[in-house]
Nanobody, 125 residues
Framework: QVQLVQSGGGLVQAGGSLRLSCAAS?????????MGWFRQAPGKEREFAAA????????DYADSVKGRFTISRDDAKSTVYLQMNSLKPDDTAVYYC?????????????????WGQGIQVTVSS
């Protein structure tokens, strides 16, 4: 079983930065999880933002965030981060972190087994 607790959201002006954190509590002998970040704006479907594989050696990003967002993981702290720079009003959404029992990169919500509680990010113009 994996529990994910998110922190770091809030309100920021366009052009600003935020860092989201996702702390994992793992009650399992399995230690390798692929991790991802998704977001959901009002009235829209949940969409992929970023993913990192089990050891941090590979990452993937949605085109809409590429070059502005960076996903990373610190397994010593059991925490995954999403550094968001040059934020735009279109980035406003509830952001979710997710963990997959698979070890590689995944971009579909259905590939993930565990989800954080979600955290609001609001970018003002």
């Amino acid at each position: 079983q994996v529990q994910l607790v998110q922190s770091g959201g809030g309100l920021v002006q366009a052009g600003g930065s935020l860092r989201l954190s996702c702390a994992a509590s793992i009650q399992s002998t399995r230690t390798t999880y692929g991790m991802g970040w998704f977001r959901q704006a009002p009235g829209k479907e949940r969409e992929f933002a970023a993913a990192v594989n089990w050891n941090g050696g590979a990452t993937d990003y949605a085109d809409s965030v590429k070059g502005r967002f960076t996903i990373s993981r610190d397994d010593a702290k059991s925490t995954v981060y999403l550094q968001m720079n040059s934020l735009k009003p279109d980035d406003t959404a509830v952001y979710y972190c997710a963990a997959s029992r698979g070890a590689t990169l995944y971009i579909r919500p259905t590939d993930y087994n565990y989800w954080g509680q979600g955290i609001q990010v609001t970018v003002s113009s």
